[in-house]
């Protein structure tokens, strides 16, 4: 069979094709403004219910700045890798200051979350090792497991038994690695760390949270995770993503300075990957300031979300109900999903249509996520508009099961 035979089959045939066909395709949409709690996509006015823009720092003056004077000191990139040319002063300082903030002993920044996961688990853990991972982690810590080469053992979601029944089965002498989501990104909730790390302890694992969405959402000014629940220092290795809360792109890796010696000298994603541009280093240091300058600015946030699934609640929305800012509604079906998903846009409000791999076939859902800066009217409105659609019923005939 040709290699490109999969890129020309039957477009009609395939779940993609089927969604053009029935005209609920939803995705590339163009944003032609700031991302924003309201911006301008495609010619007209849409609230904004599918950034993790957590803080709404994008649009910060003080962060935008900071971009600006960084292009003007720095240029527009290093045009090498952290490893040989690409070490800014600007990037130590972000470590340093990032260490500093959640009360590690040393930082690593890489250009992007992806990258970041790649580069820590891929050289971490070896041929010998075993690393458990919750069922729902993201999708870069899978990719980033096949890259160690160790062996992969995925527990059922938040299910502390079932970890414990696999921690049970590896041979007392191996390397175990239990990585877990903070705050899984679908549905929202936040993972059972205090057990985690009482599981650790008990058969000589380490620990690592990917805290893509729960660093600047979780803890006392938004350190995290870790902080929330009181165990930083129990928590081996933390991972963050620029992309979110600190407004830019990027990501860091936090852990005990001897960890991130090896990781500067070993691992391949981080030795050969051009390093952080300025601009984005200096923004997500600006966020990082201005996150330390207004401490509340993460129960604003927590705040507006609760706002949120309240309305939902009372226009009698069924949704997963987690105390983050991310508020899954239930759609089921995946051409229903994409469906709502398209009319709600046209409406005027962008949400994020969940379907397989990212969830189980039937389980499909809207992913909905809010700012610190969202308004209560804006909210309102949203609200209002969501509840509307979900009342009306999918009007396209539906494909035939095989």
């Not at 290699?3 to 039957?10: E, M, V, W």
């Not at 008990?202 to 990917?210: F, Q």
């Not at 991310?326 to 709502?340: G, K, N, Q, S």
């Not at 800066?373 to 009342?391: C, F, M, R, W, Y």
Request: net charge neutral.
């Amino acid at each position: 069979m040709d290699l490109f035979a999969k890129c020309s089959s039957d477009a009609n045939a395939t779940r993609l094709g089927m969604a053009r066909k029935l005209d609920v395709y939803p995705y590339f949409h163009v944003l032609e403004s700031r991302q924003a709690p309201v911006v301008q996509m495609e010619g007209h006015r849409v609230i904004m219910l599918g950034s993790n823009n957590y803080l709404g720092f994008t649009e910060d003056p003080e962060v935008i700045k900071a971009g600006h004077e960084a292009l003007d000191k720095y240029g527009t990139g290093v045009s090498g890798s952290r490893f040989l040319n690409g070490t800014l002063d600007l990037h130590i300082q972000l470590e340093k200051e990032l260490a500093a903030f959640t009360g590690y002993e040393d930082a690593m920044t890489c250009s992007t979350g992806f990258q970041t996961n790649l580069s820590i688990i891929s050289c971490i853990c070896g041929k010998d090792d075993y690393i458990l991972n919750d069922r729902e982690n993201h999708a870069s810590i899978y990719d980033a497991c096949r890259l160690s080469f160790a062996k992969v053992l995925r527990y059922k979601h938040s299910d502390m038994e079932d970890l414990e029944r696999m921690l049970q089965a590896i041979p007392v002498d191996a390397g175990k690695l239990i990585v877990t989501d903070g705050v899984f990104s679908m549905r929202g909730d936040i993972c059972k760390l205090p057990e985690i790390v009482a599981l650790a302890e008990k058969y000589g694992a380490r620990v690592m949270v990917d805290d893509a969405h729960g660093f600047g959402v979780l803890g006392p000014n938004g350190r995290g995770t870790a902080a929330h629940f009181g165990l930083t220092d129990k928590v081996d290795i933390t991972m963050l993503t620029f992309s979110k809360s600190l407004a830019s792109i990027g990501g860091c890796i936090l852990a005990k300075h001897a960890v991130l010696d090896w990781v500067r000298h070993v691992s391949r994603p981080f030795i050969f990957s051009a390093s952080l541009t300025p601009a984005s280093a200096a923004t997500a240091l600006a966020a990082l300031h201005r996150l330390q300058q207004d401490p509340e600015r993460p129960q604003r946030l927590m705040n507006i979300a609760q706002y949120f699934r309240t309305g939902l609640i009372n226009a009698g929305v069924k949704i997963i109900e987690a105390p983050t800012p991310i508020v899954p509604i239930f759609t089921y079906d995946t051409m229903d999903t994409l469906w709502y998903g398209k009319k709600m846009f046209e409406a005027g409000v962008y949400v994020n249509p969940v379907i397989t791999p990212a969830c189980v076939e039937g389980e499909c859902l809207l992913r909905t996520t809010l700012m610190a800066t969202h308004t209560e009217p804006v909210i309102d409105e949203a609200v209002e508009i969501i509840a509307s659609v979900l009342k009306e019923k999918p009007n396209y005939k539906k494909p035939k099961r095989k």
